[in-house]
C-alpha cells in the first residue's frame, strides 16, 4: 500500500470525509484526524467489512501553544457543534497539552512536543502512527512508519519512553476481538 491507496480507503469511510471537510473551519492550528479512524478504516476494507466498523471514535489532534484548559474545551466545544450530526464521537485533544495531564493519567512522564505529529510519533502502535489532513483539494498525509503493518494487519509496539506494555496489550485485545484477522507482536522483554 502506498500513500495514494491509504487515502483511497480513509476515504471510504464517510465519517472520516465529513470531518476532513469540516476540519479547515475550526481553526485549530497543525490539526489533524488521527489513528484509528484511519487505519480501521483500511482494515475495514482490507477484511470487507462496513467502512466505520469496529471505530470506537475520530480523533482530531491539533497543537496549540495556549495550553489552558479553558482554550482546549473551548475547541472541543466548537468541535461538538461542527460534528454533531454525525452522531459519532469525536475526541479532540491539543497535543501542547499532553504534558500536563499524562502522567498522573498513566503514571509516567511525557515531555512537552512541539507539534501535532510529534504526538502522531509517540502513539502506542507503529501502524496507529498516520494522519491526514486536507490541503485544498488533495491531503496532506503523515506517516513515519509507512503503511506496510496497516496493510498486512499488524499490530506493533512502538517502544518509546512512555510505552506502557499493559495498555498495548489491552488495545490490541479489543482489535484483536474485532478484527480477529490481525496479528499482534508482543513488546520485546526489557
Not at 58 to 80: G, K, M, P, Q, V
Not at 99 to 122: C, N, V
Not at 155 to 172: G, I, M, Q, S
Request: with cysteine; proline share 6%.
Amino acid at each position: 500500500m502506498d500513500e495514494t491507496g491509504f487515502i483511497e480507503l480513509t476515504l471510504s469511510n464517510a465519517i472520516n470525509c465529513e470531518i476532513l471537510a469540516r476540519l479547515p473551519a475550526l481553526g485549530l492550528s497543525d490539526a489533524w484526524l488521527a489513528s484509528g479512524a484511519l487505519f480501521q478504516t483500511a482494515w475495514n476494507r482490507l477484511t470487507n467489512r462496513s467502512p466505520d466498523y469496529g471505530i470506537k471514535d475520530y480523533d482530531i489532534i491539533y497543537f496549540d501553544l495556549n495550553t489552558s484548559y479553558e482554550a482546549e474545551d473551548e475547541a472541543i466545544a466548537r468541535a461538538n457543534a461542527a460534528f454533531a450530526d454525525l452522531r459519532r464521537p469525536v475526541e479532540v485533544r491539543n497535543q501542547a497539552r499532553v504534558h500536563l495531564w499524562y502522567a498522573e493519567k498513566f503514571g509516567m512522564p511525557y515531555p512537552p512536543l512541539g507539534s501535532a505529529t510529534d504526538g502522531i510519533d509517540r502513539y502506542l502502535m507503529q501502524h496507529a502512527q498516520v494522519g491526514i489532513r486536507s490541503r485544498g483539494r488533495s491531503y496532506d498525509v503523515y506517516a513515519p512508519r509507512g503503511f506496510a503493518d496497516i496493510e498486512h494487519l499488524i499490530v506493533r509496539p512502538n517502544l518509546t519512553p512512555n510505552f506502557c506494555a499493559d495498555w498495548y496489550r489491552k488495545k490490541a485485545a479489543r482489535w484483536k476481538a474485532l478484527w480477529p484477522e490481525i496479528t499482534i507482536l508482543e513488546p520485546a522483554a526489557t
